[in-house]
């Protein structure tokens, strides 16, 4: 089974800058989330899609980070612009449904670096 | 609101010692909890979970974990430590709601000497 697909895997900006990240779920994975992990701290939940809605945006910066689902199955996260505090890996992680008892699966992850 | 304190943040062992990671949560109610680990270069993946029944949860690689309600703490436990058990090990909350997002606590890395 193939899994999380993430690219690009590493990313160099400067502030002010535009980037975007792409994710490919397990096929058939209905629950997707965006996280963002950085250094020395764990994955923080930046937005859950359940398909190509909108589950959880709380943490989301609205103002700079915006993330899709069009079709329900991969999705794009992007952050415009980018500030230094932006640096981290951001992590996809995919799930059969929602709930804590369905395994989310994670990808390997984006790090970004913001100069 | 819900958070998860892991207090090492780095475990050095040898080979064949026991190994107690603590991990302690603030949320009063019913919760799942879990510890995912991530081994250098690849991904962060499930070690074991808890939801219900028996608080002493067995998980891969001979892991296991126990909840404790009263002391709001779900450490990880391995009798016997190998080096390939070199890692980042990450505990985590969730609410008992399907609504609920999971909380990661900050991690502790483990070295195990050879």
């Known amino acids: 089974e193939a899994g999380v697909a993430q690219s690009p895997r590493y990313k160099i900006i400067e502030k002010r800058q535009s980037v975007a990240f792409w994710c490919n779920p397990i096929s058939g994975h209905a629950t997707l989330y965006w996280y963002q992990q950085i250094l020395g701290q764990g994955p923080k939940l930046l937005i859950q899609f359940q398909n190509n809605g909108v589950v959880d945006d709380s943490q989301l910066p609205k103002d700079r980070f915006s993330a899709e689902r069009l079709k329900g199955v991969d999705s794009t996260l992007k952050i415009q612009p980018a500030k230094l505090e932006d640096s981290a890996v951001y992590l996809c992680?995919?799930?059969?449904?929602?709930?804590?008892?369905?395994?989310?699966?994670f990808g390997p992850g984006t790090r970004l670096t913001v100069l | 609101a819900q958070s998860v304190s892991q207090h090492n943040h780095h475990v050095i062992l040898s080979e064949a010692a026991s190994l107690e990671l603590g991990c302690n949560y603030s949320?009063?109610?019913?919760?799942?909890l879990f510890w995912y680990v991530q081994y250098p270069g690849q991904h962060l993946q499930l070690l074991l979970k808890?939801?219900?029944?028996?608080?002493l949860v067995k998980g891969i690689k001979g892991f296991e974990a126990e909840f404790i309600k009263s002391k709001f703490s779900f450490n990880l436990r391995k009798p016997s430590v190998q080096w390939s058990d070199t890692a980042e090990y990450f505990c985590a909350v969730k609410r008992d709601s399907s609504a609920s997002k999971i909380i990661f606590g900050s991690g502790t890395r483990l070295s195990i000497r050879p």
């Open positions: 992680a995919s799930s059969a449904r929602p709930g804590g008892d369905n395994e989310q699966f």
């Open positions: 808890y939801f219900s029944g028996d608080p």
């Open positions: 949320y009063g109610g019913t919760v799942n």
